[in-house]
């Protein structure tokens, strides 16, 4: 079944880090822009780090920027999204989405265009002690 899938979730306490993977089953991940989400309760949905595939450059949100890190590999399928120094405010369940017609990785993070191919059903970071 194609679809795009998210794991590495859980809980940590504040300071601590995750490693959140993005994987894409039965699809190449190579002409796609890549965006991860957070959405936490009564709170909008944020893109907060975004890529483009094909040539690696990347977007982070203030809200992120210096803490986390989004990388992909080379097997065209996988997209990661590296979490340092993760505070109590880092608390929601974070989506990776992928879109084929969306060129800016700007755009995806800031959804300037709906997101439409390929969401993931989210995976949950708590950050609490």
């Known amino acids: 079944q194609l679809r795009v899938e998210e794991s590495g979730g859980g809980l940590v306490q504040p300071g601590g880090s995750l490693r959140l993977t993005c994987v894409a089953f039965g699809f190449s991940l190579r002409h796609y822009t890549i965006g991860w989400f957070r959405q936490a309760p009564g709170n909008e949905r944020e893109g907060i780090s975004c890529?483009?595939?094909?040539?690696?450059?990347?977007y982070y949100s203030d809200s992120v920027k210096g803490r986390f890190t989004i990388s992909t590999d080379s097997t065209e399928k996988k997209v990661y999204l590296e979490m340092n120094n993760l505070q109590p405010e880092d608390t929601a369940n974070y989506y990776c989405a992928a879109d084929l017609d969306i060129e800016n990785e700007k755009e995806i993070c800031r959804e300037t265009q709906a997101v439409e191919d390929w969401w993931g059903k989210g995976t949950q970071v708590t950050v609490s002690s």
């Open positions: 890529i483009k595939y094909s040539d690696g450059s990347s």
